[in-house]
């Protein structure tokens, strides 16, 4: 039982360029996120998936994009990275219905 | 302003000292409270969740809660240098995934 798994573990880009991070869980979980983290600033939610099938923005989603692929598979894309996306990324998963969410072990991404 | 306000720290105990963490919020729609621990370069992982106000105990932790004052605080009784980490508090009015998260507490336990 892995729990949430993500890759990669780090990553540089350079500016403008794309990619992928994944995530995925072997809890049967329903729900499904994304949050960052700078220095200060805590853990701020990019974007959710409460179900298959269905996301939703959260507090900072501009800049990324995510598909739900399915019930195990979160994955938030970069289309053109920014210095300012530098940061550590964390998936969660959470059964929902007052669970609290379950974080992945992070992505550390460098944007020059 | 943010809605969750928290102490960076650091903050440093010798080994057996109790450590009192709290956080500050101006939502008071909130009503599910947390506290997370998160290792240097790890992914956070719950250690006590409070609904409402009142106090929750487990084993040397101690979580309470004041909605009237919109404060809420973790004890570490008994402190041991494998509870040096960072402790986040977060909280949320109706969904456990969309949390608000205090900045986080770097917490130092020295031998």
């Known amino acids: 039982n892995a729990g949430v798994t993500q890759t990669p573990k780090f990553q540089v880009l350079k500016t403008g360029q794309s990619m992928t991070l994944q995530c995925a869980q072997d809890?049967?979980?329903?729900?499904m996120y994304w949050y960052r983290q700078d220095p200060g600033m805590g853990l701020r939610l990019i974007y959710y998936?409460?179900?298959?099938?269905?996301?939703d923005k959260g507090e900072v989603p501009n800049g990324y994009n995510v598909s739900r692929l399915n019930k195990r598979e979160f994955s938030l894309r970069l289309e053109s990275a920014a210095p300012s996306q530098t940061s550590v990324y964390f998936c969660?998963?959470?059964?929902?219905?007052?669970?609290?969410?379950?974080f992945g072990p992070g992505t550390r991404l460098t944007v020059l | 302003q943010k809605e969750v306000e928290q102490d960076p720290g650091p903050l440093s105990v010798p080994e057996g000292a109790i450590v009192s963490l709290n956080c500050t919020y101006s939502?008071?729609?909130?009503?599910?409270f947390m506290w997370y621990r998160q290792y240097s370069r790890k992914g956070p992982e719950l250690l006590m969740y409070?609904?409402?106000?009142g106090n929750k105990e487990d084993g040397r932790f101690t979580a309470q809660v004041d909605k009237s004052s919109k404060y809420i605080s973790l004890f570490i009784r008994d402190s041991q240098p494998s509870d040096s980490a960072t402790y986040l508090c977060?909280?949320?009015?109706?969904?456990?995934?969309?949390?608000?998260f205090g900045a986080g507490t770097q917490v130092v336990v020295t031998p």
């Open positions: 969660a998963s959470s059964e929902g219905g007052g669970r609290s969410p379950i």
């Open positions: 809890m049967n979980h329903n729900s």
């Open positions: 998936s409460a179900s298959e099938g269905t996301t």
């Open positions: 939502n008071s729609a909130f009503q599910y």
């Open positions: 409070t609904y409402s106000s």
């Open positions: 977060a909280m949320t009015s109706d969904s456990w995934g969309k949390l608000q």
